[in-house]
């Protein structure tokens, strides 16, 4: 027995401007497409529900292809700093914060960005410490590859003024030579050692809580990395399990594996898309440089605004080829973190070098700033780029500053991947930007920054069609799923998003305005903007 929806606008998305009448489904499954009388009259003694959309918009549901849900859930919970427009904004809010902490008790903000501040000082933790004397504080950039931390936290890690920097990590320093509280990359981790475990039954309840507001805008699935986190791999896959059990919670969650906890997933002879209905596991991850604002994405030559600074590179040359082919002795794709050029050109030249026979697909995660060799072997090479829209509404202008002009051509160069055959898959890396898939849709469109409201390369623009493709049938082309999930086509599961207005008519400046009518995964309404509909 089955559904059939009708009534509204029913965009199939197998190529541009394709629409339909009605969609009949039974179970997990779209059964078929069509007009509204052959389907009615085909499946007559089938339906069980017929389903007006009145007016409103069917599409493939909506996913995310990098996000951190756990991280996103804890945002949601914990102090949000991204917003503030300054550095005292952020010492009044911790101000406020401190008074109600008990003996011990971190406290946590995430999501400061210096470059959105009128002054974009770095904050010391000098000024930390007069705030917040008597417990450890640590504070997230949004861009998640620097922390600020208090003496307190300094102490409690056990991190000196001559700790030496990590591999692939920068503890900076002050005038004097002294510790100031800001750690870039993998230097983060020496403060992160010395947080309080969290239990089991907590990340649930934090995934429970991100999956709430994932639906809520529209999203079906989202592709996270958390596994290596939260204290162990076990741990964390178990409560992605419990938390999203296809009772209680529906979503589909495809898990990366931090390549640090590779031999705990093999050690429970897990692998390739093995877990449940909604969890499933996924491509190896792994850090191949860090990122723009902290000036830690490799480059190939040096930052126009840091002269002798071409970034970092988080593991060596050798060590990232030792995971790749670690990850291929098990058959398993890499999913690598690839913002500066001379990062994604050697991550690329590494894949091509060690390719995977079995089909499945790597993936290039950011892919911001290219060159030609990375542009060349991006068009041979069987890898989809996860690319976030919305760092152009971030990044810019500042990143102009970091890069310079020249640059530019091939930063944030999503249509000429597009025009070369290069598959992308969009995606938030929420909690860094606003989760919001249409707000991501927005942005790919318009290349519009939040900052001064100036238009940054608007050649690289995508259309309508071609920003909703990249949620849909470019974000299951990733995982090698694009046969059964992306489009409305007989047999393709029956995971929709259901928006109030036709995105295809509505004014791309008023795309974010566009309220989530209806998330529906597996056939089943799991969001509703108004329950009485």
Known sequence: MG???????????????????????????????GTYEKLYHSYFNHITNEINLHGKTMLPGLVDSHLHILMHGEKLLRLDLSQLKSAEEVKETLRNRTANLSEGEWLIGEGWNENQWEDPVIIHRSELDEICPNNPLMLTRVCRHALLANTHAVELSNVKNDTPDPQGGIIVRDNKGEVSGYFLD??????????????????????????????????????SEDLSYYGSFNKTYKAFLDGIDGVNKKFKAHLLVHHEVLHDMLEQKLGWLDGSDYVELGAVKIFADGAIGGRTAWLTEEYSDDPGNEGVSILS?????KVIKEARSHGLPVAVHAIGDRAAE?????????????????????????????????????????????FVTSDFPWAIERLGKERLKLAYAWKTMIDQNVHLAGSSDAP??????????????????????????????????????????????????????????????????????????????????????????????????????
């Open 346 to 390: 050697e991550v690329l030249t590494l894949i091509d070098r060690n390719p995977l026979p079995n089909g499945r697909r790597d993936r290039l995660i950011h892919g911001q700033i290219l060159n030609n060799r990375a542009l060349d072997l991006l068009k041979k090479l069987p890898v989809a780029v996860d690319i976030q829209p919305l």
């Open 432 to 533: 860094i930007e606003e989760v919001s898939p249409l707000l991501g849709i927005q942005a790919a469109i318009l290349r519009r920054a939040s900052f001064d409201g100036q238009v940054y390369n608007p050649e690289q623009s995508l259309s309508v069609y071609e920003a909703l493709g990249i949620y849909t049938s470019g974000s299951a082309y990733a995982i090698n799923q694009e046969t059964s999930r992306g489009k409305l086509i007989d047999g393709y599961t029956a995971d929709f998003t259901i928006l109030e207005e036709d995105i295809f008519q509505t004014d791309p400046e008023r795309i974010h305005e566009i309220d989530v009518a209806m998330t529906v995964i597996n056939g089943e309404v799991v969001y509703k903007r108004n329950p009485n509909y």
């Open 186 to 223: 993998t230097a983060q981790d020496l403060i992160k050692k010395s947080l309080p475990s969290v239990s089991q039954d907590y990340l649930q309840k934090v995934i429970e809580i991100a999956v709430d507001d994932l639906v809520s805008k529209g999203l079906v699935g989202g592709h």
């Open 317 to 321: 040359t050798a060590n990232l080829e």
């Open 3 to 33: 559904n059939l929806w009708f009534g509204g606008n029913i965009y199939t998305m197998q190529h541009e401007g394709d629409a339909v009448e009605a969609v009949y489904t039974e179970n997990d499954k779209i059964v078929a497409v």
